[in-house]
């Protein structure tokens, strides 16, 4: 054996452990892709396979039976501000979950009633929390919330990466605008993947308050 195979060998290695650093970033990439492939539309399909256990009514609001919910996946990290933010800490609360986008004008036709119902909302155990999405940084967010009165935090992820979190065949959010409603427990209750009215907000969010 030659005295240099040894560093030709490493040097293969590193090219190897590379090449799959960049084909692992480019299928997660490709993965947010196709999930906001649908980004901005006036709605979304209401599947996603498997078991599903839940109703979508003819408003496109799904709805899961109380002992048939899924828990929400870990939905964490830095907020638009900067601030660290866990939705687990909610638990106890009903949690609103609002996909949303600066950029998007279906967001901007909602976001007058989210501000509206959140602060409703606030002393009867609801917690409302954005994630905002696509938007290459956070001026254009924050001018978004100002410009709507939105109080309620919001989760920072411009890539998608929290979105894919949620399992497939639950009530995952597959457009923007996407509306999600979290039971006390934490467990996905209703769900819309289209803007929503402030009657189609409250319609989703009052039976969930409902429950004991």
Excluded: H
Aim: net charge positive.
């Amino acid at each position: 054996m030659s005295a240099d195979s040894a560093p030709q060998r490493s040097n293969r290695t590193t090219r190897a452990t590379e090449r799959a650093r960049r084909s692992a970033a480019l299928t997660a990439g490709l993965a947010a892709t196709a999930l906001l492939v649908s980004a901005c539309g006036s709605g979304g399909t209401s599947g996603g396979g498997g078991n599903t256990n839940f109703v979508t009514g003819t408003d496109g609001v799904a709805t899961v039976a109380q002992g048939k919910r899924t828990p929400a996946p870990d939905l964490s990290g830095k907020t638009i501000a900067g601030k660290t933010l866990d939705v687990a800490d909610y638990k106890g609360k009903v949690v609103v979950l609002n996909v949303w986008g600066s950029w998007c004008n279906p967001c901007r036709a909602e976001a007058k009633y989210f501000a509206k119902v959140s602060k409703a909302y606030a002393d009867k155990g609801v917690q409302f929390v954005g994630i905002n999405t696509r938007d290459t940084s956070t001026g254009a967010a924050l001018a978004f919330e100002k410009d709507w009165d939105i109080t309620y935090p919001s989760l920072y992820d411009p890539t998608g990466k929290l979105l894919l979190r949620f399992k497939k065949g639950t009530l995952n959010p597959q457009a923007i605008p996407s509306t999600l409603i979290l039971d006390r427990d934490g467990r996905i209750a209703a769900r819309s993947l289209s803007a929503l009215s402030e009657e189609r907000l409250l319609k989703m969010l009052k039976p969930v308050v409902a429950e004991k």
